[in-house]
Antibody, heavy 116, light 109 residues
Framework: QVQLVQSGAEVKKPGASVKVSCKAS????????MHWVRQAPGQGLEWMGI????????SYAQKFQGRVTMTRDASTSTVYMELSSLRSEDTAVYYC?????????WGQGTLVTVSS | EIVLTQSPGTLSLSPGERATLSCRAS???????LAWYQQKPGQAPRLLIY???SRATGIPDRFSGSGSGTDFTLTISRLEPEDFAVYYC??????????FGQGTKVEIK
């Protein structure tokens, strides 16, 4: 069965960076693009970007251009999302989600808290 | 970028009642590539409907989706206690970017 398992919660100070991982299993890793979506406390879903696990190409939401980097390690079937220059407004749950047009499979979410 | 506007923001209903949720797009959604998700507190979103009207695997038939162009609807024919949650629409026809509506909360009256 398809599983997306994300890394654990993080607490970061303003200005720092965070790197969240998403390990895929149960399917051929390189066949499906992967998205990252975040959700601030009490707020809606916000699309951040997408990565092609096969070639590593990416597309980011304009809001995060210059601050987000998505990478992958095909040898471990893992994608990563790194967000830099963190501010309090980046406190959110970050999800990976496998692309099938719509998002059928989601990771469990990683809470990132930005606090001084 | 396609902006999705959901209404109402909150729907207060009783179990057994019918729920009708709306999602309006700022421009036509290509090929009806519109999905609906359900989210409960502390959980990841769950795909209910894709392609505007196709139920995802395992989704009960009390959930149905309809619409095309710029106007889409999610209907829950008879609310069960487990259906009280937040619902999001999403378009994936003109992407990137993929965009979500702001959500409709269905709460117990």
């Amino acid at each position: 069965q398809v599983q997306l398992v994300q890394s654990g919660a993080e607490v970061k100070k303003p200005g720092a960076s965070v790197k969240v991982s998403c390990k895929a299993s149960g399917y051929t890793f390189t066949r499906y693009y992967m998205h990252w979506v975040r959700q601030a406390p009490g707020q809606g879903l916000e699309w951040m970007g997408i990565i092609n696990p096969s070639g590593g190409s990416t597309s980011y939401a304009q809001k995060f251009q210059g601050r987000v980097t998505m990478t992958r390690d095909a040898s471990t079937s893992t994608v990563y999302m790194e967000l830099s220059s963190l501010r309090s407004e980046d406190t959110a749950v970050y999800y990976c989600a496998r692309n099938s047009g719509s998002f059928l499979y989601w990771g469990q979410g990683t809470l990132v808290t930005v606090s001084s | 970028e396609i902006v999705l506007t959901q209404s109402p923001g909150t729907l207060s209903l009783s179990p057994g009642e019918r729920a009708t949720l709306s999602c309006r797009a700022s421009q036509s959604v290509s090929s009806g590539y519109l999905a609906w998700y359900q989210q409960k507190p502390g959980q990841a979103p769950r795909l209910l409907i894709y392609g505007a009207s196709s139920r995802a695997t395992g989704i009960p038939d009390r959930f149905s989706g309809s619409g095309s162009g710029t106007d889409f609807t999610l209907t829950i024919s008879r609310l069960e206690p487990e259906d009280f949650a937040v619902y999001y629409c999403q378009q994936y026809g003109s992407s990137p970017p993929w965009t979500f509506g702001q959500g409709t909360k269905v709460e117990i009256k």
